[in-house]
């Protein structure tokens, strides 16, 4: 059985506002947010307060319609999940980003690791080490939604033990080299019970994959209405 990555995946889901333009949310996310974040983190480690020991985002691409459910995502590991905040995020904005984003609140989450390909972490030599970007592969990101009455200990249970090894035969065969689940720490309080992230070298293994993947029952406790499947090829690494 997967293990699971001790401590918390705390994701942030962010969508830009509705007068913003994707470069304009982009280049204060890279430029102004993230290195905020990393100051942050290492200050709260020299004072020996709680801090995130990684943290990179996902940015998604827009789906067939032009339109972005979701700009991307941030992904910070600590120790333990965080408290979820009175008020969003951003509601008061402490910088350009959280002017340019929708208010957002931490998610819990629980990651399994399933395969560990490598991703470029290599700290950039001309300006500051980190964040830096990375591509060079094509990335899938499942946000699973429940139907409503789920039994989620049933349903994490079905995840782990039959659905991921469907996954990760399907793709050791068509060349995939990573694939990442996260489950949910409070389903019943999140839109989502969980995300899972799968890395193909290019667009091609995706197409494999979804010729081979067989059913194995996950429908039974999917919302496919609500479901997020989403693309990528960008990530911004500001801890790694």
Do not use: C
Not at 31 to 39: E, Y
Not at 177 to 182: A, E, K, M
Not at 224 to 234: F, H, I, K, P
């Amino acid at each position: 059985m997967v293990q699971e990555t001790p401590g918390a995946k705390m994701l942030f889901l962010i969508k830009r506002k509705p007068d913003t333009s994707r470069e304009e949310l982009l280049v204060h996310w890279f430029a102004n947010h993230m290195p905020a974040v990393i100051q942050s983190q290492k200050d709260q480690a020299v004072r020996g307060r709680r801090f995130a020991r990684r943290y990179f985002a996902t940015l998604f691409d827009a789906g067939a319609d032009g339109e972005h459910v979701w700009d991307g995502v941030a992904q910070l590991w600590w120790d333990a999940p965080l408290r979820r905040p009175r008020t969003p995020h951003g509601w008061e904005p402490s910088d350009t980003f959280q002017q340019k984003a929708e208010p957002y609140v931490p998610w819990a989450t629980t990651e399994y690791v399933v395969m560990d390909g490598e991703l470029d972490t290599t700290a950039l030599t001309l300006n500051a080490p980190y964040p830096m970007t990375r591509s060079g592969f094509f990335k899938m990101t499942f946000l699973v939604a429940a139907k409503q009455g789920t039994d989620y200990d049933e349903f994490f249970r079905h995840w782990l033990d039959v659905h991921v090894p469907n996954v990760q035969g399907t793709m050791e065969a068509v060349g995939g080299f990573r694939y990442v689940v996260s489950h949910s720490m409070t389903p019943e309080e999140e839109p989502y019970a969980g995300m899972a992230e799968l890395y193909f070298p290019n667009a091609d293994g995706w197409a494999a994959y979804r010729e081979h993947i067989k059913p194995d029952g996950m429908e039974r406790w999917v919302d496919g209405e609500r479901m997020a499947v989403l693309r990528s090829d960008t990530e911004m690494v500001g801890i790694p």
